[in-house]
């Protein structure tokens, strides 16, 4: 019952940066936490960076220092601000919700976006 739709990736420079946004619609007042993974190629999913409704945030140690993670006033979007980009940063970016229901949790996804670093 939510959506989340990604925007924002692209192709830049290594050093560069890249701001990704997540705009989650439907039963948002269940989300108890957002967070983005990202796939590279041939690769499994992994964990970029997280946030919890209390502001609490959670980021992969490959990128501790370089992205920022942020919810907006009604945190029903998130942003990922992503600098100092590596070719290795190269990847399919997923936005993701959890959501509480009864005794529940789910998780939602996006449709991706891709991130591209050149070297």
């Known amino acids: 019952q939510v959506q989340l739709v990604e925007s924002g990736g692209g192709l830049v420079q290594a050093g560069g940066s890249l701001r990704l946004s997540c705009a989650a619609s439907?039963?948002?007042?269940?989300?108890?936490?957002m967070g983005w993974y990202r796939q590279a190629l041939g690769k499994q999913r992994e964990l970029v960076a997280a946030?919890?409704?209390?502001?609490?945030?959670s980021y992969a140690d490959s990128v501790k220092g370089r992205f920022t993670i942020d919810r907006d006033n009604a945190k029903n979007t998130v942003q990922l601000q992503m600098n100092s980009l590596k070719p290795e940063d190269t990847a399919v970016y997923y936005c993701?919700?959890?959501?509480?229901?009864?005794?529940?949790?789910?998780?939602?996804w996006g449709q991706g976006t891709q991130v591209t670093v050149a070297s």
């Open positions: 993701n919700a959890v959501r509480l229901q009864g005794y529940g949790r789910y998780n939602s």
């Open positions: 439907g039963s948002i007042g269940n989300i108890v936490a």
């Open positions: 946030i919890s409704n209390g502001g609490s945030t």
